[in-house]
C-alpha cells in the first residue's frame, strides 16, 4: 500500500497491454491489469440537510497473478490526478477500472471527474442513479462489479475465499474526517481491504470464465449467455428464432400476459398467530424443471379470426399456446374461504373490484390478457360468463434440445460443487439462475440517461420502441424468444397451485411466494404424488436425478424447506415465523449460532436483522410495528447536486454526494373485513356496451 504521491508510477510502464479481437474492435488495446477502486466518505450535519463529501480513496491493481500496490488518497480531485497519471504511464489505448457499486462512488466523483476528461462518450444506466459502465474519451471505463457478483463485497470474498477479505469493523461510519487528517492502521487496513478483495475476485472470476479484462460480462446474466449463444449457434438456434420471432404487437401483448411470480397471504390469517407445527415446502429449481419439462409457443402466433370461449382454449391447451384478452362478466370465487385467489389487479381493467392484497375476488367485469396455463387457474377459481377477444395461436412443442440439455448441465454442475470449489460453485449457481432471466429480458429497454449537468436521470423519449424492436430481431446475437420466459413463469405458477391442492383438508394454506408454500398440514401423499409426477415428466424427456454420494437431487419436487412453531403475516413480502426446536435447528453454524426457537422475518424493503424489532415476540409483528433503521441498517438515498465543486472551511473539496441516513419502515397490514358476509353485498351494475361502459 503506499499513499500516490510517494509511489513510482514507472512500475505501470511494464504492465502488459493485449489486442481485442473482433469486428468493430480492431487495433484496440487493453490494459492487462485487473483494477478496483473505492471511496469512503464522511458527513457533516447542517441544519437543513446532510453534506457528505469523500476523505479517502483507493485504487488497487493487480497483474501477473499478483497484487502490484494499492494507492491511497483523499482528495477526489487527486483521484483523477492519479488515475490518469496511471492511465498515462501504462501502453495500451483503454484502462478498464471496476467499482463495487459504482452509483455510490459515481456520484461523489462525477464534478471532479468531468472538469477533467469532460462529459462520458458513452454511459449505460440499468435505472435512475445505477450506472453499468461509463466510457470516457481518454480511454479510462468505468464497470460496476456489483452487477456481475450479485451480492455484497464481503459475501462475495467470502464465497469466493480469496486472500483477503473485507474488514468489517475497522471503519467507523459515525466519525466526522477531514481530508487532511492521518489515517490510523486500522483505517488503512480497512480501505486497502476493500479493493484488493474486489481484484482478486475479479481475477477468479475471469479464470474461471476463462475471460480478458475486456471480454467480461457486465451483469451475472452475462455468464450463460455467451455458452447459450456459441452452442445455439452450433444447433442453427438463430435460424429458429428468426422463423418464430412475434411481431412487435404481439410482443407488446405477451408483456402485458407476463406476470411474474405469485406471492401472497391468505387473507383469512393476517395479523393473526398461527401455532402449531408449520411446514414450508419448496421446489427444487422450479423454472429450470418446467424448462426442461413442458411444451412450448414454438411456431409464429397467428390470429385465430373468431372470438372463443374459455373452454375452446382450454380443450386446445395441449396442443396450442394462446395469448388473448379474457373478458369476464361477474367473476366470483366459487369458494369464499379460497385462500389464493389468482386474478392480478394490477395487470387488468375492472369495474367495481373488491380486491385481496392486489387480488381480486369479485367484480362486475374483469379485462385481462392471459394464456391458456394460467387460465386453466383462474377457470378452477372463479365463476364468471367469458369470451376470449384478440386470439393469437402458435403450436407447442419441447424447448430445443440443445438448450435444456445447457440447463440440466447448469443444475448438475451446481448439485456436484456444492461442497466443492468455491468458485465454480459460484459460478453454476449464478449461471443456472440467469437462465430464466435470459428469455425474459425485454427487447425493447428504456433508455436512461443522466444529465451531466444537474445530476438528474430521464428516459430518452425520442428513441422509437417499433424501432428499436427491429434493431433487436436482426441482432445475430438475438435467439431465444421472449415467450418461452412467459411460458416458463405460467408453468411455475401452474405447479405452486398444484401443490397448494396436496394441503390436508384439515390443513390451511397460509403463504405463497414464487416457489413455496406455507401450511399447517399437508397430505404428504399427495405431496409425494405430485413428485413423482415431477420425476416421471423429467424421465420422459430422457432426464434423471443427480445423484451425490447416497443423495438424489430432483428438479421440480417439492421438499421440506423449513418446519415453524409460529407464523404470523401481515400481507404479500410481510411475514415471520419461528423455527421449530427440533434437532437439525439446534446445530451450531460456523459462528456458534443456532436457529431453533429463533424468529426470520420476511417484510419487504427490511434487512433480515430487523427481526430484533420484534424482542422475541411474534405478536409484535403487527400494523404500525416500527422497524427503526439504526436496527435494521436500512438506508435511504438522498441526492445533493451542486453547482459546482466547492473547498469548505476545512479545507475539503466538495462536490455532489449522497446522504445515506438510518431510516424507519412502518409495517402495514391488509384491512380486515367480513369475508363472511362480502358476498351478500349487493352492487349496482353498469352497463356493458362492448366498448366503453356507461
Same mark, same amino acid.
Given at each position: 500500500?503506499?499513499?500516490?504521491?510517494?509511489?513510482?508510477?514507472?512500475?505501470?510502464?511494464?504492465?502488459?497491454?493485449?489486442?481485442?479481437?473482433? $469486428?468493430?474492435? &480492431?487495433?484496440?488495446?487493453?490494459?492487462?491489469?485487473?483494477? /478496483?477502486?473505492?471511496?469512503?466518505?464522511?458527513?457533516?450535519?447542517?441544519?437543513? $440537510?446532510?453534506?457528505?463529501?469523500?476523505?479517502?480513496?483507493t485504487i488497487s491493481i493487480r497483474a501477473f497473478d499478483r497484487n502490484i500496490v494499492t494507492l491511497y488518497g483523499t482528495k477526489p480531485s487527486e483521484f483523477v490526478e492519479c488515475v490518469t497519471k496511471m492511465h498515462n504511464k501504462m501502453q495500451g489505448d483503454k484502462t478498464i477500472i471496476y467499482w463495487h457499486n459504482m452509483s455510490y462512488d459515481w456520484v461523489f466523483l462525477r464534478?471532479?471527474?468531468?472538469?477533467?476528461?469532460?462529459?462520458?462518450?458513452?454511459?449505460? $444506466?440499468?435505472?435512475?442513479?445505477?450506472? !453499468? %459502465?461509463?466510457?470516457?474519451?481518454?480511454?479510462?471505463i468505468f464497470k460496476d462489479a456489483l452487477m456481475l457478483a450479485q451480492r455484497k463485497l464481503e459475501k462475495w470474498a467470502e464465497d469466493l475465499d480469496v486472500e483477503h477479505k473485507k474488514a468489517v469493523g475497522c471503519w467507523d461510519y459515525d466519525k466526522v474526517r477531514n481530508q487532511n487528517e492521518p489515517f490510523t492502521i486500522d483505517e488503512l487496513h480497512y480501505i486497502e481491504n476493500d479493493t484488493l478483495a474486489g481484484v482478486e475476485c475479479l481475477?477468479?472470476? /475471469?479464470?474461471?470464465?476463462h475471460k480478458?479484462?475486456?471480454?467480461?460480462?457486465?451483469?451475472?446474466?452475462?455468464?450463460?449467455?455467451? +455458452?447459450?449463444r456459441t452452442i445455439g449457434k452450433e444447433y442453427h438456434a438463430r435460424d429458429m428464432f428468426k422463423r418464430i420471432v412475434p411481431d412487435f404487437f404481439i410482443q407488446q401483448m405477451l408483456e402485458k400476459v407476463f406476470h411474474g411470480g405469485y406471492t401472497h397471504a391468505n387473507r383469512f390469517r393476517i395479523s393473526i398467530t398461527v401455532k402449531g407445527e408449520i411446514i414450508c415446502l419448496d421446489f427444487g429449481s422450479s423454472y429450470p424443471f418446467v424448462m426442461l419439462t413442458e411444451k412450448y409457443p414454438m411456431e409464429k402466433f397467428a390470429p385465430l379470426e373468431e372470438n372463443?370461449?374459455?373452454?375452446?382454449?382450454?380443450?386446445?391447451?395441449? *396442443?396450442?399456446?394462446?395469448? %388473448?384478452?379474457?373478458? /369476464?362478466?361477474?367473476?366470483?370465487? &366459487?369458494?369464499?374461504?379460497?385462500?389464493?385467489?389468482? !386474478?392480478?389487479?394490477?395487470?387488468?381493467?375492472?369495474?367495481?373490484?373488491?380486491?385481496?392484497? #392486489?387480488?381480486?375476488?369479485? +367484480?362486475?367485469?374483469?379485462?385481462?390478457?392471459?394464456?391458456?396455463?394460467?387460465? *386453466?387457474?383462474?377457470?378452477?377459481?372463479?365463476?364468471?360468463?367469458?369470451?376470449c377477444t384478440d386470439v393469437y395461436y402458435s403450436?407447442?412443442?419441447?424447448?430445443?434440445?440443445?438448450?435444456?440439455?445447457?440447463?440440466? &448441465?447448469?443444475?448438475?454442475?451446481?448439485?456436484?460443487?456444492?461442497? #466443492?470449489?468455491?468458485?465454480?460453485?459460484? @459460478? +453454476?449457481?449464478?449461471?443456472?439462475?440467469?437462465?430464466?432471466?435470459?428469455?425474459? *429480458?425485454?427487447?425493447?429497454?428504456?433508455?436512461i440517461d443522466e444529465d451531466y449537468q444537474t445530476g438528474a436521470y430521464a428516459v430518452n423519449k425520442e428513441i422509437d420502441d417499433a424501432e428499436l424492436y427491429e434493431k433487436y430481431v436482426k441482432k445475430y446475437t438475438s435467439i431465444l424468444p421472449y415467450q418461452w420466459g412467459v411460458w416458463v413463469t405460467s408453468y411455475a405458477f401452474y405447479n405452486l397451485h398444484t401443490l397448494g391442492k396436496c394441503v390436508a383438508p384439515d390443513g390451511i394454506w !397460509?403463504?405463497?411466494?414464487?416457489?413455496s408454500c406455507y401450511a399447517t398440514k399437508w397430505d404428504m401423499d399427495k405431496v409425494e404424488a405430485y413428485n413423482q409426477n415431477c420425476r416421471n415428466k423429467l424421465k420422459a424427456n430422457d432426464y434423471d436425478c443427480v445423484t451425490i454420494g447416497d443423495r438424489q437431487f430432483w428438479l421440480g419436487v417439492a421438499e421440506v424447506d423449513g418446519i415453524y412453531s409460529e407464523f404470523r403475516t401481515c400481507g404479500a413480502k410481510r411475514y415471520v415465523c419461528r423455527y421449530a426446536d427440533i434437532p437439525k435447528y439446534r446445530i451450531p453454524d460456523e459462528k456458534g449460532r443456532t436457529k431453533a426457537n429463533k424468529l426470520k422475518i420476511t417484510v419487504a424493503g427490511v434487512p433480515k436483522k430487523g427481526v430484533e424489532c420484534l424482542k422475541d415476540e411474534i405478536n409484535n409483528f403487527h400494523r404500525g410495528?416500527?422497524?427503526?433503521?439504526?436496527?435494521?441498517?436500512?438506508?435511504?438515498?438522498?441526492?445533493?447536486?451542486?453547482?459546482?465543486?466547492? @473547498?469548505?472551511? =476545512?479545507? =475539503?473539496?466538495?462536490?455532489?454526494?449522497?446522504?445515506?441516513?438510518?431510516?424507519?419502515?412502518?409495517?402495514?397490514?391488509?384491512?380486515?373485513?367480513?369475508?363472511?358476509?362480502?358476498?351478500?353485498?349487493?352492487?349496482?351494475?353498469p352497463i356493458y356496451t362492448g366498448d366503453e361502459y356507461e
Open positions: 500500500m503506499a499513499y500516490w504521491k510517494d509511489f513510482d508510477f514507472s512500475v505501470f510502464d511494464k504492465i502488459m497491454y493485449i489486442c481485442r479481437a473482433g $469486428n468493430g474492435h &480492431k487495433g484496440e488495446t487493453y490494459n492487462d491489469c485487473i483494477i /478496483m477502486a473505492d471511496t469512503e466518505t464522511s458527513k457533516e450535519k447542517y441544519k437543513e $440537510n446532510c453534506s457528505n463529501y469523500v476523505v479517502a480513496w464534478k471532479f471527474i468531468m472538469q477533467k476528461w469532460g462529459t462520458p462518450d458513452k454511459q449505460l $444506466n440499468i435505472k435512475s442513479h445505477f450506472p !453499468l %459502465f461509463i466510457n470516457f474519451n481518454n480511454g479510462v481475477q477468479k472470476t /475471469m479464470q474461471t470464465l480478458h479484462i475486456y471480454s467480461m460480462p457486465y451483469t451475472a446474466t452475462g455468464i450463460p449467455r455467451e +455458452a447459450v372463443v370461449t374459455p373452454d375452446f382454449i382450454i380443450r386446445n391447451a395441449e *396442443q396450442y399456446a394462446y395469448i %388473448f384478452k379474457l373478458i /369476464m362478466m361477474k367473476p366470483e370465487l &366459487k369458494r369464499k374461504d379460497e385462500p389464493m385467489p389468482v !386474478l392480478q389487479m394490477s395487470k387488468a381493467k375492472s369495474i367495481n373490484a373488491i380486491e385481496d392484497n #392486489g387480488r381480486i375476488l369479485q +367484480a362486475e367485469m374483469v379485462e385481462i390478457y392471459t394464456n391458456e396455463i394460467d387460465l *386453466q387457474i383462474i377457470c378452477e377459481q372463479y365463476k364468471f360468463k367469458g369470451l403450436e407447442k412443442g419441447y424447448l430445443p434440445r440443445w438448450f435444456t440439455d445447457y440447463v440440466f &448441465k447448469c443444475y448438475q454442475d451446481k448439485c456436484e460443487l456444492k461442497d #466443492g470449489d468455491p468458485v465454480l460453485y459460484s @459460478i +453454476a449457481k449464478s449461471k443456472l439462475n440467469a437462465l430464466y432471466g435470459m428469455t425474459v *429480458q425485454k427487447p425493447v429497454k428504456q433508455m !397460509l403463504y405463497s411466494d414464487t416457489d410495528t416500527v422497524f427503526d433503521g439504526e436496527t435494521t441498517g436500512k438506508l435511504q438515498h438522498t441526492y445533493y447536486y451542486e453547482a459546482d465543486t466547492w @473547498i469548505d472551511k =476545512n479545507g =475539503n473539496e466538495r462536490g455532489d454526494s449522497i446522504d445515506l441516513s438510518p431510516t424507519t419502515y412502518v409495517l402495514d397490514d391488509i384491512t380486515v373485513v367480513d369475508w363472511d358476509s362480502l358476498w351478500e353485498e349487493e352492487i349496482e351494475i
